[in-house]
């Protein structure tokens, strides 16, 4: 039985999750998330204090406890409405409710070949800052401009290297789309303030991505790079790269916001509605419901059962949302 899509198509192509706040803020926002992630807790508490410090000096002080204790309240109050269910819960923008799972759909928008029946290749690609200054250290902003443009570049020409698409041929030609998606993350694990940084993208296969690494955007960082290895040491760049062929890879979300692969998109051309009339273009979604059938276990998704491998223990809370 082929699984149920949870997202209509789309007649156009949305931003990647990478970049869903925007060009026009994409660089502002990645400034502030860097800029947060520079510094440690006890710094920022000092630069409050200090900052607090200086109202007091010059102001009264039932006049400069003021804003703190407004900006304090507000938030405070705003978290208790929506705890209580009296405002909306921000947080749940873009949630999917339920179980799902993300599955590749073929160049007629049909998930019928089963669970991933689609190879993928997932790139994973990173840089850190190992100097005092974080990322305000020497060539750590040209590091993020090159990258931004790499992926801006994608964003705005899908017909080269575009986000999504299904195609049997073993190298892109003009009007495909060869890239998936990408998502960012910030390394918390490391140090109090890890300035490393990473993105995950999703190719269709490492041939486009090694034709995009190949093209002028990429080719413009890598000469540029190379002009500067020398002084810097202080810069750490790294890439993985996984080509996972059929059957060998498997998702789940539960309660989740679209993330990962089952925030791409993939480009289609479904059936004409009367028979002469051309194919309709249009964006999907890999997001399928996964309540039911194989996609109910990590063995079934990955094609091994038929997904009941945890029926034994009878306590599958979705069966009853079917």
Sequence with gaps: MEPISLVKPLATRPLSQWASGGFGGLKARSFRVGLRDNFTISTWLLVGATLQSALLLLLPARFALVPPFMLLMYRFLDTVLMA??????I????VIPGKFSAQIPDAQGRFSKGPSS???CVFLIGARSNHPLGM???GFKEIGDYFREMIENLERDP?????GNQTANPLPTPGENTVLGASSWINLSDRTSSNELMTVCYFRNVTYLHAFAHGPAHRAAWNWWNKHVAGLSHIAIMHELYQTPPHAWENIYINYRPTGLAATTHRAVLPPAKKGEPGVPVWLSPIVDARKGRFRSSAGRMAMDTGDGNEKYGDDPYAEEE
């Design 84 to 89: 209580a269910g009296w405002k909306k819960n």
């Design 91 to 94: 947080y749940l923008e873009g």
């Design 118 to 120: 689609e190879g993928i």
């Design 136 to 138: 305000f250290a020497p």
């Design 159 to 163: 017909e080269e290297f575009g986000w």
